[in-house]
């Protein structure tokens, strides 16, 4: 069975810091986009962060510089490095996984970039005030 489980959020004031978590069982980060979405409206996401095992990145326009997605193949995690965080990053954040190939830069530029990834996690709230 696999299971995505994010930790990390919390409540921070602009300019803050935080580190996502996401510990993946059952499905081992290998020739593998993984990536970072965030609740934008009801029924969908936004894609802040996604990678490739190969090392390829692709960032939203909103969050390049501040955030950083990276994986610990050892521990089977991926991470979302928060810097400088801004009211306007209040969101619930979940990460994803999916074998299929991906266009990066689609995943992270439009609307449709959150759509049939395989496995999510069930997300976690970041609150970032003024």
């Known amino acids: 069975q696999v299971r995505l489980a994010e930790s990390g959020g919390g409540s921070v004031q602009a300019g803050g810091s935080l580190i996502l978590s996401c510990a993946v069982s059952?499905?081992?980060?290998?020739?593998?986009?993984m990536a970072w979405f965030r609740q934008i409206l009801i029924n969908t996401r936004g894609g802040v962060a996604v990678?490739?095992?190969?090392?390829?990145?692709a960032y939203a326009e909103s969050v390049k510089g501040r955030l950083t997605i990276s994986r610990d193949s050892a521990k089977n995690t991926l991470y979302l490095q928060m810097n400088n965080l801004q009211p306007e990053d209040t969101a619930m954040y979940y990460c994803?996984?999916?074998?299929?190939?991906?266009?990066?830069?689609?995943?992270?530029?439009?609307?449709?970039?959150?759509?049939?990834?395989?496995?999510w996690g069930q997300g976690t709230q970041v609150t970032v005030s003024s």
């Open positions: 059952g499905y081992p980060l290998a020739n593998t986009y």
């Open positions: 994803a996984v999916d074998p299929r190939s991906r266009n990066l830069e689609r995943v992270v530029s439009t609307p449709e970039g959150w759509l049939d990834w395989y496995h």
């Open positions: 990678m490739y095992t190969d090392g390829e990145t």
